[in-house]
């Protein structure tokens, strides 16, 4: 403790001797790289604590973030953030693939995942109000190097899936406007190769407008946000009346085909129901985005969990109804997979209107997601930029907008560019996997951190049980997907609960939880975020190979960077004093309770 703390006095009175940078020549570089193997052993491991996350850290940043959200704020970007464009895209072809009628029940198990994966995130945000969501959650629990990895992948997530949502604007707009927007407004290059090809300059325009928006002020930006989401709520409650009325019960259980589709309310089955939740989940992500606005909340522990969780909770009874609007207005083997509740007034006399109606709503619903989005990628990359693994000044908050102004504008750039170009298809096979990925990482690590504290508990046992657990999960998955029906599956499927359930009690009983969350915790502890491990491994399970061949190209991408780029950056600024100095929060009592800094 005492030569941790060293610095720190002498500091005051005479500046260390710097160290030189890295980066200062190709020779600085070169011994750096020499060196690569011991900065690896000091830097991949090392974590913070939660003192150090929301004082030394923060401060990197210059100005703070003004705190000026509230629960309603949190709630709005919530529902910005999840109620996008993707339910209206999901919900047809789950329906038609997948669950039939019960796509209704698809939502609902969809919706207490993400519910129990927000209860993960809530922990930590209550207890950590900075921006930075899962990259610093993982950062005080599992290092530098597993924080960086998670962050990379995510950003990358962020970029490619709001580059999508931009370009299918413009699509949405012109099916509010009755104009094939996509053929006229977008300009097609000959000579690039397809897929690249065509130019949307609306695409672009619309993520130049909202990054504007996210660096002039967070506050107006929930204000626009909630103007939007208000307007989109009233749209989608629009959509949900209109299918109670003009829908009929007897689609719930009679196709339009009954020669060819399977009759009643679950047509495929249990195991449709729970392919199709695998789909619909995905309608579901942007809760995050509502954690990395910790930073800017008033009273955290009040409002994270009502923002979060209460969020989460609003669009799984929207989705719910929703869904049971379209399986009453078509029946289910008639449902179009592209644009379902557009098509489902297309060809009806004198309704042709509301598919207008219904391609303007999710006009709005686009723009409140990508707001959300970018305001959450913008505060992961800052966070990101204070740990010194990228460079610092994407860190940099405006003194006078309060906002992270260079990593807004950075991203904005850069998701634009790709907007630019990028195909629609080849984006849709770029996204979701990651998401999937950090949500499972952040469920692990709120366990980790409740029953291991750094440098006073044995991690051995917690560690084992995640791994163990983990196993189990997947084994089922596998089983569940591959092996054939019968009551060999159901045998081995009943073998695998079992076996994860003891493995559950086994750890309960024998393990004493190191600490207690002092304003809010995830209930049912280690119950409840065990239930989240599985149902995102579940969920991963289901994704197709281009998923994995992306998520494993930028993960060599992310760990190629961390190796010749950030695990150096790391280093030097330890050995400057800027992450030595941050070792000051271990004499403070919230650093005493969350355990040492090590390898700091």
Known sequence: MEKLQEPIATSSSSSPSPHSSSFASLGAYGRALAETHRRLGRRAASVTTTY??????????GADMARSLRWPDLV??????????????????????????AIVLSYAIAGLCALLSAFCYTEFAVDMPVAGGAFSYLRVTFGEFAAFLTGANLIMEYVFSNAAVARSFTAYLGTAIGVDTAAKWRITIIGLPKGFNQIDLLAVAVIVLISMCICYSTKESSVLNMVLTAIHIAFILFIIVMGFWRGDVRNLTHPANPAESRGGFLPYG?????????MVYLSYIGYDAVSTMAEEVRKPARDIPIGVSGSVA????????????????VPYDAIDKESPFSAAFRGSDGWGWVSNVIGAGASFGILTSLLVSMLGQARYLCVIGRSSVVPAWLAQVHPKTSTPVNASAF?????????????????LNLVSIGTLFVFYMVSNAVVYRRYVTVASTNPWPTISFLL??????????????????????????????VVAVAVLQVFNSLVPRARKPEHWGVPLMPWVPAVSVFLNVFLLGSLDGPSYVRFGFFSVFAVL???????HASFDAEQNGHLTKAAEGLSHPVGREHGGASGV
């Not at 249990?270 to 695998?278: I, K, L, R, Y």
């Not at 960077?561 to 695990?567: H, L, M």
């Open 52 to 61: 150090e996350e929301m004082s030394r850290v923060r401060a990197r940043s």
């Open 76 to 101: 709005g970007f919530g529902l910005g953030g999840m109620v996008g464009a993707g339910v209206f895209v999901a919900t047809g072809r789950a329906a038609r693939l997948y669950a039939g009628p």
């Open 270 to 278: 249990v195991a449709g129901v729970f392919n199709g939740a695998a």
């Open 314 to 329: 609003l669009v799984a009874l929207l989705y719910c109804l929703m869904a049971v609007s379209m399986s009453m207005l």
């Open 411 to 427: 991203l904005g750039a850069f998701t634009a560019v790709i907007a630019l170009l990028t195909d629609l298809d080849v984006l």
């Open 468 to 497: 163990a657990f983990s196993f189990v999960s997947l084994t089922i998955t596998l089983i569940w997907r591959f092996a054939p029906a019968g009551l060999a599956k159901a045998v081995l499927l009943g073998g695998c609960t």
């Open 561 to 567: 960077v961390y190796v010749f780029y950030s695990v």
